[in-house]
């Protein structure tokens, strides 16, 4: 859950079903809990986005903290006639592959962006881009910006955010990071989104 933020920030839990203690605990911090009609983060996505009430939309997911200061850093980069953005990226694993994987996501560069890095944008070239595409189960939070990137600017901030390295510990770091690398080389050469939600699947149960 998001801490430090300011009484003008609405904090949105979009829920898919989960059978675990995260609705209770959302009721009991008294945040706005959405229980989504269909799973799956693109549409979980849109639909907390359909009933926000600010002008400027903020996507983080479950696993991954912000820095502190990220409220004000996106209003200075809203300030600044950027329209969209996100921050770099750090894991909560002391692992130099993985630092090394990190840093290269300060480079605005479409091919290195992850949904971990979170995403910020004005609601209204949101819209206008299309929304998150409820068709791809897999890189949808990295296609979109793609098409962000055609309604405004968009930005790295300098700040880092920190994400959970848990799939990687189970499945292996070389491991998963090649499977990646695979699934986005496909997605890229217009393989179907089944086929790559199949390969995603063996990956991690391998």
């Known amino acids: 859950m998001l801490k430090h933020t300011s009484p003008r920030t609405e904090i949105i839990v979009a829920d898919g079903g989960s059978s675990d203690a995260t609705c209770s605990i959302v009721k009991e911090l008294g945040v706005k809990l959405m229980n989504c009609k269909q799973k799956g983060r693109a549409s979980q996505m849109n639909e907390a986005a359909s009933v926000a009430s600010g002008d400027i939309l903020?996507?983080?997911?479950?696993?991954?903290?912000?820095?502190e200061s990220f409220e004000q850093s996106i209003f200075n980069a809203i300030a600044a006639d950027y329209n969209s953005g996100c921050f770099r990226l750090?894991?909560?694993?002391?692992?130099?592959?993985?630092?090394?994987?990190?840093?290269?996501?300060?480079?605005?560069?479409?091919?290195?962006?992850?949904?971990?890095?979170?995403?910020?944008?004005?609601?209204?070239?949101?819209?206008?881009?299309?929304?998150?595409?409820?068709q791809l189960v897999l890189l949808e939070d990295q296609e979109v910006?793609?098409?962000?990137?055609?309604?405004g600017r968009f930005i790295v901030l300098d700040e880092v955010v920190i994400t959970s390295a848990r799939k990687y510990q189970e499945v292996g770091v070389y491991k998963l990071q090649a499977g990646?690398?695979?699934?986005?080389?496909?997605?890229?050469?217009?393989?179907?989104?089944?086929?790559?939600?199949?390969?995603?699947?063996?990956l991690l149960h391998k």
């Open 180 to 202: 990646y690398f695979l699934l986005y080389t496909l997605y890229r050469a217009g393989v179907e989104q089944d086929k790559l939600i199949n390969i995603y699947k063996w």
């Open 58 to 67: 903020y996507f983080l997911q479950a696993d991954t903290y912000p820095p």
């Open 145 to 151: 910006v793609t098409r962000l990137k055609k309604k």
């Open 90 to 134: 750090a894991f909560d694993l002391d692992h130099w592959f993985l630092k090394a994987n990190a840093w290269f996501t300060r480079f605005n560069v479409d091919a290195i962006r992850f949904g971990d890095q979170s995403l910020f944008v004005q609601k209204g070239i949101f819209l206008r881009a299309g929304r998150f595409n409820e």
